[in-house]
């Protein structure tokens, strides 16, 4: 079976995103546009995961709860989990190893996160789009000893990626490279090391959502436990089928 899937959607928790963004919205857009599997990946932070979960299953979206960090090299990753809980656990982790840059919402935007019928509970007083101390390969680490699936994100970029900030492409526990387009062949623009390529929205607005969905190919594998999350492994086992 294979599904079509975004795992880079930023939602009103990132000052970057849209009011309008939220997460209700968001899994709205995923089911008219067709997209089965997403992730929600508000820089640093999972705050809005549980009201994106509760909005995705009552339209028929499998959701991943997610979070685009930012490394101490200022390399933007993808860290996705089967469950809110774990999400958020490292949105805590990774807010008290981001400096004390507090966010002016004039300037910066705002840093909402809601319900699930889009009330305001709260705002993110420091600046999610700062660093962690925390490197990319010890990131990754982390989220693979919680049971997750770790991307760096748009490899490809000229900012906030790992080319731009490192020159190349690591090796490091990395299940796949995000890209902003899938390489042409020996046109490719850079050495990706074989790893497995995916592309993603990387929405900020809603027409944006979608905009990138990719393939994913679970095979005959259950995307669903029994209790209604994802299966973590199979999206792992899918991913290493990906186009290299």
């Known amino acids: 079976m294979t599904v079509r899937a975004d795992f880079h959607l930023?939602?009103?928790?990132?000052?970057?995103?849209?009011?309008?963004?939220?997460?209700?919205?968001?899994a709205r857009l995923l089911a008219d546009r067709g997209v089965a599997l997403a992730a929600l990946t508000d820089h640093n932070s999972a705050l809005n995961t549980p009201a994106f979960f509760s909005a995705c299953r009552a339209l028929g979206v499998a959701p991943l709860a997610g979070i685009e960090a930012q490394t101490a090299e200022e390399c933007h990753a993808l860290c996705l989990f089967a469950d809110t809980e774990t999400a958020l656990a490292l949105g805590e982790e990774l807010y008290a190893l981001m400096p004390p840059v507090m966010n002016v919402p004039a300037k910066t935007g705002d840093?909402?996160?809601?319900?699930?019928?889009?009330?305001?509970?709260?705002?993110?007083?420091?600046?999610?789009?700062?660093?962690?101390?925390i490197g990319l390969e010890e990131?990754?680490?982390?989220?693979?000893?919680?049971g997750g699936i770790f991307i760096p994100a748009h490899v490809d970029r000229p900012a906030f990626s790992m080319t731009s900030q490192l020159g190349f492409i690591m090796e490091g526990p990395?299940?796949?490279?995000?890209?902003?387009?899938?390489p042409d062949g020996a046109n490719g623009r850079i050495d990706t090391l074989g790893y497995p390529l995916t592309?993603?929205?990387?929405?900020?607005?809603?027409?944006?959502?979608?905009?990138?969905?990719?393939?994913?190919?679970?095979?005959?594998?259950?995307?669903l436990l029994p209790d209604g999350r994802v299966d973590i492994e199979t999206v792992r086992a899918a991913l290493a089928r990906r186009p290299r």
Not at 115 to 128: T, W
Not at 176 to 182: G, N, Q
């Open 10 to 26: 930023h939602s009103c928790l990132s000052p970057c995103g849209d009011l309008s963004m939220s997460p209700r919205l968001i």
């Open 111 to 133: 840093q909402v996160f809601v319900d699930e019928n889009d009330d305001i509970l709260g705002e993110v007083d420091k600046y999610l789009v700062t660093s962690a101390d």
């Open 139 to 146: 990131l990754g680490l982390r989220v693979h000893e919680l």
């Open 174 to 182: 990395w299940d796949a490279l995000e890209v902003t387009r899938m």
């Open 199 to 223: 592309v993603s929205s990387d929405a900020h607005y809603p027409e944006h959502v979608a905009r990138r969905a990719f393939e994913l190919d679970v095979k005959n594998d259950p995307l």
